[in-house]
C-alpha cells in the first residue's frame, strides 16, 4: 500500500488535530534506522521525540517485554501488584539525584507524571499556585497545557485554562533575557500577582524541549532552590525529555550543583512503550491519601520489565559517554558550518540533546522558512528531523544513542548538504 493512499485514509479517520511531521509510514524499524511501506529507508533523528534512546527494537528490550508478556500483562498494580514495579521504584529511587529518602509513583504519560507532581506538590504544600516558564511544555492535559509556554497550537480554541498557574520568562541570552530579568519577574510576580506562601511548586525543564532546547542556567536552578528552600515551595524538575542519558547524564539535572524536590520523567524509561514517573522526596510523595494517586495502566507490568532492560543497557552500553561523544562530534559539524551558512544563530545543548537555530541571515528575525526547508529536504534525503522552538526555527536532533558510527555519519553528511544547498540558494 502506498503512502499516498494511507495519507488519504488519514485524513478521512483520523481526527484533524492530530498532525503528523512527515508522511513516513513506518513498516519496520531498526536501531536508527526506519523503512516505510514502499521501502524508502530513513535515518530517524526524531527516535519518536526522544522516546527510543536505546534505539528502536533493542533486543534486551524486546526479550524484556516477550518474558513478561508471557507471564502476565496487565492486572492494574492498584488491584494485584508485582514485584517487577517495586522493584523499578526501587532502582529510580537510588537513580534520581538527591541524597534523601524518596519513593516513587509510576503513570502512563508525562503529561499524567506532570499532573501528579502538581498534586503530590499542592497535597503536600496545602498551597495551590504553580509557577512555570516561557517557552515551557508540560503536555496536552488542561493543567498540562495551562503550564505550557507556547499558545500554538497547544492551547488554541480550549481556554479558559486552570487557575492559579503563572509564567515567568525563561533566560535566553540569544533572545536578551537574562538571568536576573528571570528572577527580577519573579520576585515581581510574587509582589503583583501571587504571593510566596501561596506556591506550592515552581516547575522547570532542565532543558527546555518544545520550547528550543535551551539548557537551563545553572546560576538559575541554583537561585530557584535557594528560593523555594525559603519559602516552602516545591521544586519540581521535568526530566521527560531529557532523561535516561539524552544529555550525557542519566538525568539532566546530575549537571546541576541542586537537586529537585519531586522530578517527572517518561518518554524513554521503557524503550517505547508508554511509562511515566514521578520520584521525591518521601515525605511528600507520601502526603496524598491512598487512592489519590495511580492509575489503570500505571505501571503496566511489560513497560516496566522493558525499563529495567533500559536501565540496564544504558548502564552496560556507556550510553551516557556516548551521548557526550555524539553530541560533540554533532556539535562541531554544525559550528564549522556556520562560516559558510550564516542563517545559523546558535548551536547549543547538552550531550545528545542538540539544536541548531536559524535566523535571517541580515537580521536577528526568526527564519522559519529556512528551518522548514532544512526538515523537509533532509526529508527527502532520508534523514528524519524535528522543529521546535516558539517561533518555530529552530532543528532538534534525538537520534538513538545507540547509533552505529556509520549511520550517524551518513547522517551528518545529509544534514551538512542540506544546509549548504539551501544557504546558496
Same mark, same amino acid.
Not at 210 to 234: M, N, Q, S, T, W
Not at 320 to 344: F, K
Given at each position: ?20 511531521? !512527515? ?30 534512546? !536505546? ?32 522493584? @523499578? ?43 512555570? %516558564? ?26 479558559? =485554562? ?23 519577574? =519573579?520576585? $515581581? ?34 537561585? =530557584? ?37 519531586? !522530578?517527572?520523567? &517518561? ?28 492509575? !489503570? ?25 556516548? &551521548? ?33 537555530? %536559524? ?26 528531523? @524535528? ?9 532538534? %536532533? ?6 552505529? $558510527? ?8 545529509? =544534514? ?10
Amino acid at each position: 500500500m502506498t503512502g499516498s493512499i494511507l495519507a488519504k485514509r488519514h485524513s478521512e479517520a483520523i481526527a484533524k488535530g492530530v498532525s503528523v511531521a !512527515t508522511q513516513v509510514y513506518v513498516e519496520r524499524a531498526e536501531n536508527a534506522e526506519i523503512w516505510d511501506v514502499q521501502g524508502q529507508r530513513y535515518i530517524d533523528f526524531a527516535a519518536g521525540i526522544a522516546v527510543v534512546n !536505546t534505539g528502536h527494537r533493542h533486543p534486551r528490550v524486546i526479550a524484556a517485554a516477550k518474558e513478561q508478556m508471557e507471564q502476565f500483562t496487565h492486572t492494574c498494580h492498584q488491584v494485584a501488584p508485582y514485584e517487577n514495579y517495586v522493584a @523499578l521504584a526501587e532502582r529510580l529511587n537510588r537513580l534520581v539525584p538527591g541524597n534523601f529518602a524518596k519513593k516513587t509513583v509510576f503513570v502512563t504519560t508525562g503529561a499524567e507524571a506532570v499532573e501528579n507532581a502538581v498534586k503530590i506538590a499542592r497535597a503536600a504544600t496545602g498551597r495551590s499556585g504553580v509557577v512555570a %516558564f516561557s517557552g515551557a511544555f508540560h503536555g496536552r492535559t488542561f493543567l498540562g497545557m495551562s503550564l505550557t509556554g507556547k499558545v500554538a497550537p497547544y492551547k488554541m480554541g480550549f481556554g479558559p =485554562l486552570v487557575g492559579d498557574v503563572y509564567r515567568i520568562p525563561f533566560p535566553v541570552g540569544l533572545h536578551g533575557i537574562s538571568v536576573e530579568q528571570t528572577l527580577n519577574a =519573579l520576585e $515581581n510576580l510574587f509582589k503583583a500577582d501571587i504571593e510566596p506562601t501561596r506556591v506550592a511548586a515552581i516547575i522547570i525543564e532542565p532543558v527546555q524541549g518544545e520550547g528550543g532546547f535551551y539548557p537551563a542556567p545553572p546560576e538559575l536552578l541554583k537561585a =530557584l532552590r535557594e528560593i523555594a528552600d525559603y519559602h516552602g515551595i516545591v521544586l519540581i524538575a521535568d526530566e521527560i525529555q531529557t532523561g535516561f542519558a539524552r544529555t550525557g547524564k542519566l538525568f539532566a539535572m546530575e549537571h546541576h550543583e541542586v537537586v529537585a524536590d519531586l !522530578t517527572t520523567m &517518561a518518554k524513554s524509561l521503557a524503550g517505547g512503550l508508554p511509562l511515566a514517573a514521578v520520584t521525591g522526596r518521601a515525605e511528600l510523595m507520601d502526603a496524598v491519601v491512598p487512592g489519590g494517586l495511580g492509575g !489503570t495502566y500505571g505501571g503496566n507490568p511489560v513497560a516496566i520489565a522493558a525499563a529495567h532492560a533500559v536501565l540496564d543497557v544504558i548502564e552496560e552500553e556507556k550510553l551516557n559517554a556516548r &551521548a557526550t561523544q555524539l553530541g560533540d562530534q554533532l556539535t562541531q559539524r554544525l559550528h564549522e558550518l556556520r562560516p559558510r551558512v550564516p542563517q545559523i544563530a546558535d548551536v547549543r545543548g547538552l550531550g545528545l540533546m542538540i539544536a541548531v537555530e %536559524f535566523n535571517h541571515a541580515d537580521s536577528q528575525e526568526p527564519n522559519v522558512s529556512f528551518t522548514n526547508a532544512v526538515r523537509q529536504k533532509a526529508l527527502e534525503r532520508g534523514l528524519i528531523l @524535528l522543529t521546535c522552538g516558539v517561533h518555530g526555527n529552530v532543528i532538534r %536532533f534525538l537520534p538513538p544513542l545507540t547509533i552505529q $558510527n556509520n549511520v550517524f555519519n551518513e547522517a551528518l553528511s545529509i =544534514l551538512e548538504s542540506v544546509l549548504l544547498d539551501l544557504a546558496e540558494q
